[in-house]
């Protein structure tokens, strides 16, 4: 019931703003690049810069970039206050250059950091296609890596320009991304405490492309014990239609939280897994936004008036 209501809240939204001209689209803050107080922060070693994150308690904005993460002033991100670097050992650069990546790739892209609690961050990397995690401690104006770093395949990619998602919830770790060197083993993973994933099998996913992952607390205050779900957005190539050409559709996925897997070979599978076709389009002109590019989840007080908002674009 609670999923229903939001695909179609979902789809409610988008297929009027496609109708509605340009004009009427006003932003709620606009901030001039030219004019203002701007702070910007630039840093010999400091590159391909993925992953924000913003702890308020402390003010610090976390960077994760490749081979390093810096903590930096949230008040001034000028100021950097710490740094770890996080390099993939020569050896495994060697390996994964002898596996016919370029050296550039075959660094460590620190791709997801998240905060566990006030002194400790949970950081994940490519590693030189080794995809890894660590726990990282804040103490003070300093960071430091723990040096518990562990193999994360299908928690992180092991290709650094990969789309991925990912979200942690209470020691959980729900991620979407390839679980293979190839990148031909696309999974939605729990892993961390009672690891699920989803069947390698086209009607599962097919080549899909991750853009997003939010949980949704739907158990809280439910007269009916309904669970919390997580949500995915992705584009996937269409089993569904016939078509010359490969037809790409959008889609969402949930899977709920309390859901343990199964049976004999549903052991450690999704049992709650459910996609559906998100479809955006205009149809006076006959035009359809296939691919979805990003999918924002505006939170309420009361998850029942929270809003996905998704951007849309044409495959052709
Ligand atoms: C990292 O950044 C450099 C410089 O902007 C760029 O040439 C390179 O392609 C980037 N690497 C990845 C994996 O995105
Ligand atoms: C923070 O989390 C880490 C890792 O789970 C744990 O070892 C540590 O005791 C926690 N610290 C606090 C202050 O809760």
Redesign the pocket.
């Known amino acids: 019931m609670g999923s229903t209501f939001i695909v179609l809240y979902l789809l409610l939204q988008l297929i009027p703003e496609a109708n509605t001209s340009v004009g009427i689209c006003i932003p709620r803050k606009t901030v001039k690049y030219q004019t203002g107080k701007k702070n910007t922060f630039m840093k010999e070693g400091l590159s391909n810069v993925s992953t924000l994150l913003v702890n308020e308690e402390s003010d610090t904005l976390f960077v994760g970039g490749r081979d390093a993460v810096f903590a930096l002033d949230l008040n001034n991100i000028s100021r950097e206050i710490a740094r770890e670097y996080w390099f993939a050992t020569q050896e495994r650069q060697l390996e994964c250059i002898r596996r016919g990546k370029d050296k550039i790739r075959c660094q460590n892209y620190i791709l997801f950091l998240h905060k ?5 961050l949970y950081v994940c990397g490519t590693n030189a296609y080794h995809p890894t995690c660590d ?1 990282m401690v804040i103490h003070g104006t300093n960071v430091s890596l723990q040096g518990r770093a562990e193999e994360s395949r299908g928690k992180c990619p092991f290709e650094p320009t990969l789309k991925y998602a990912s979200v942690f919830v209470d020691g959980e770790f729900y991620s979407a991304t390839s679980n293979n060197f190839l990148g031909t083993e696309p999974v939605i993973l729990r892993s961390m405490k009672n690891p699920v994933r989803t069947e390698f099998k086209t009607s599962w996913l097919n080549e899909p492309t991750f853009v997003n992952m939010e949980i949704v607390h739907e158990s809280e205050s439910s007269p009916n014990g309904d669970d919390d779900k997580i949500y995915v957005f992705f584009t996937e190539t269409a089993l569904e239609f016939e078509f010359y050409d490969k037809l790409l559709v959008s889609r969402i996925a949930r899977v709920c939280r309390g859901d343990l897997g199964g049976k004999r070979v549903l052991q450690r599978r999704w049992t709650s897994f459910l996609k559906s076709r998100l479809s955006c389009s205009a149809p006076e002109l006959n035009f359809h936004f296939n691919i979805v590019q990003d999918i924002f989840l505006l939170r309420r007080r009361k998850w029942q008036d929270s809003i996905f908002y998704g951007i849309f674009s044409p495959q052709w």
């Open positions: 566990i609690n006030d002194s400790n726990h």
